[in-house]
T-cell receptor, first 113, second 115 residues
Framework: DQQVKQNSPSLSVQEGRISILNCDYTNSMFDYFLWYKKYPAEGPTFLISISSIKDKNEDGRFTVFLNKSAKHLSLHIVPSQPGDSAVYFCAASLYNQGGKLIFGQGTELSVKP | EAGVTQFPSHSVIEKGQTVTLRCDPISGHDNLYWYRRVMGKEIKFLLHFVKESKQDESGMPNNRFLAERTGGTYSTLKVQPAELEDSGVYFC?????????????FGSGTRLTVV
């Protein structure tokens, strides 16, 4: 029973264009959602988060949108750069679970020059 | 500030052997987490320490896995005896508190291969 799902295992985008990574969840009690970025042979690195009471959070080239009614969030990267090529993980947390994160399977983004 | 350090980075062992993974969190971080990623799938929670106490070990697969954090500093995760399905990348992460809006810091992981 996977509560956080990333249905696209990979995504290829041209440099300078927008990258949109999607994530769906099933548990309406999640109160924080996070995106992590992972390069090969490294650990995941925190990118951006959003509270469940918000619908948008922006940090430079990265924007996360949350649609609670659809239980869907997305990460937009504009403009995409070759250095953005990595695996992106969506994660969610519950307020009473001490910081435990539930991750999706990841989406491998490839940004081509 | 040093990051989260894990070693070894790679370990190849035979089925039935014992392996111990180590994690050194960022100094002063009371919260320490272990996660595992198997076969390119999702990263799964194993357990959470607050200082030396196990706060949540609901993700530990079975009693072949034993985690400790003596003195509230570094942590070890022992697998004994190892089985083929234990292969994967084991990540450790730490944070100073349980605020969840900024995530926490992961180590580079230990890639365990059981043959």
């Amino acid at each position: 029973d996977q509560q956080v799902k990333q249905n696209s295992p990979s995504l290829s985008v041209q440099e300078g264009r927008i990258s949109i990574l999607n994530c769906d969840y099933t548990n309406s009690m999640f109160d924080y959602f996070l995106w992590y970025k992972k390069y090969p042979a490294e650990g995941p690195t925190f990118l951006i988060s959003i509270s469940s009471i918000k619908d948008k959070n922006e940090d430079g080239r990265f924007t996360v949108f949350l649609n609670k009614s659809a239980k869907h969030l997305s990460l937009h990267i504009v403009p995409s750069q070759p250095g953005d090529s990595a695996v992106y993980f969506c994660a969610a947390s519950l307020y009473n679970q001490g910081g435990k994160l539930i991750f999706g399977q990841g989406t491998e983004l490839s940004v081509k020059p | 500030e040093a990051g989260v350090t894990q070693f070894p980075s790679h370990s190849v062992i035979e089925k039935g052997q014992t392996v111990t993974l180590r994690c050194d969190p960022i100094s002063g971080h009371d919260n320490l987490y272990w996660y595992r990623r198997v076969m390119g799938k999702e990263i799964k929670f194993l357990l959470h320490f607050v200082k030396e106490s196990k706060q949540d070990e609901s993700g530990m697969p079975n009693n072949r896995f034993l985690a400790e954090r003596t003195g509230g500093t570094y942590s070890t995760l022992k697998v004994q005896p190892a089985e083929l399905e234990d292969s994967g990348v084991y990540f450790c992460a730490s944070s100073p508190d349980r605020r969840r809006n900024y995530g926490y810091t992961f180590g580079s992981g230990t890639r365990l291969t059981v043959v």
